[in-house]
């Protein structure tokens, strides 16, 4: 990490060069106890790491109660297990003798389980987990409707499940069905109706191969968008909700249970009338989904450029040449993914610099 960012520390926020990561840690907190509140005595939490990329932020959400980590790469998988994250779920097909080795390497450090959808690949994992002596959970990934990863049929399932159980370094957990379809679904009881369906889908297939003996103990979805409607079926074990941490500009509509604790420091740099600019861009604000917003609402965001953003101010807006702003990420998961650290703020003072270690492309030393 630059040492540069750490000269923030003790400062007052305003002070930081913009544009700057900011995390507040007192809504972050809350939000963390939200959730571990809400999911108590239903389904576990296994909070997903790549909306923060952060081993500082892995802490706070196993202390507060969560079963274990999902992250979606094998890099952050990597950086989770070496800072001694205990259980670890790779969401995500890993392929590749590079990655399947880095996932080896992290198998040995701590519990791990990872999703497959193809019998070539779990050949693959079988070869290295045995070569290495170590054994490897497996999820058989389902696809609910979202369309992406996951086998189709019960069938392919099926056979799957015979496999993985011939290997003696695989070891078949259960099953994982992310309804990525539904979670932004604006209108909670389209979303809600959605969201059931899928989970009808994904404990028919868990009915299906539990019923043909093999062992399923394991039932993994859920995201920010759903995680209560999710966490709310019998049979589903596990939520891997993850941007509620900080929540966003798309999520906020969505799940008013957090609120936004991840924003862009930025300074306005140009004002003609109308038209306010700020110098932060699609290089430094994710805008998947929807357009980031301005704290306050001092000023609309038009559009986006690579390094400014374009606003609307309305006549009697205060904001002048150098004055600040704070922009609320279309979406966290790719906007913390652009930065280095998140400058964490209490009380309006920079208390620390936490590294996002597994951002870019992710790959780290191992
Ligand atoms: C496999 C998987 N699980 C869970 C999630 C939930 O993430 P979020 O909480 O950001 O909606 C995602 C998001 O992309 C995902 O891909």
């Known amino acids: 990490m630059p040492e540069a960012y750490r000269t923030a520390i003790g400062r007052h926020f305003h002070e930081v060069a913009t544009p700057a990561l900011l995390l507040h840690y007192e809504v972050v907190s809350a939000n963390i106890a939200t959730m571990a509140d809400c999911l108590r005595g239903r389904a576990g939490l296994r909070p997903h790491a790549k909306s923060h990329k952060c081993v500082e932020i892995a802490r706070m959400q196993l202390e507060a109660g969560a079963i274990g980590m999902t992250t979606a790469t094998v890099w952050e998988a990597a950086v989770l297990a070496r800072s001694g994250v205990s259980d670890l779920l790779i969401a995500n097909e890993v392929v590749g003798e590079t990655k399947i080795q880095s996932l080896i390497r992290s198998a040995r450090t701590a519990p791990l389980t990872v999703a497959v959808d193809d ?213 966290c998961p790719t906007t913390i993914n652009l930065h280095d650290v998140y400058h964490v703020v209490e009380k309006g003072v920079v208390r620390d610099i936490w590294p996002i270690v597994a951002r870019g492309r992710g790959q780290v030393e191992e």
């Open 119 to 331: 019998a070539n690949n779990v050949e693959a994992l079988a070869a290295a987990s045995c070569q290495a002596g170590c054994t490897i959970g497996v999820l058989i990934d389902i696809d609910v409707g979202m369309g992406r990863c996951g086998v189709r049929t019960q069938e392919e399932a099926r056979n799957l499940a015979a496999q993985i159980t011939r290997h003696p370094g695989l070891q078949l957990r259960g099953i994982m069905g992310y309804e990525g379809h539904c979670v932004l679904e604006p209108d909670r009881e389209i979303r809600a109706r959605k969201a059931a369906q899928a989970m009808e889908q994904l404990l028919g297939f868990r009915e299906t191969l539990a019923s043909a003996g093999f062992p399923i103990e394991v039932v993994s979805a859920g995201g920010t968008g759903t995680f209560d409607l999710t966490a709310a079926v019998q049979g589903v074990t596990e939520i891997q909700a993850g941007s509620y941490v900080f929540n966003d500009a798309t999520r906020r509509a969505i799940v008013p249970d957090f609120a936004v604790g991840l924003t862009v420091l930025a300074t306005v740099v140009s004002r003609y009338g109308s038209t306010l600019v700020i110098d932060a861009g699609k290089k430094t604000v994710g805008v998947d989904f929807t357009l980031p917003r301005i704290v306050g609402g001092a000023a609309t965001v038009r559009g986006t450029a690579e390094e400014h953003m374009i606003c609307n101010a309305a006549a009697d807006c205060p904001l002048r040449v150098g004055d600040l702003v704070e922009v609320i990420p279309g979406y």
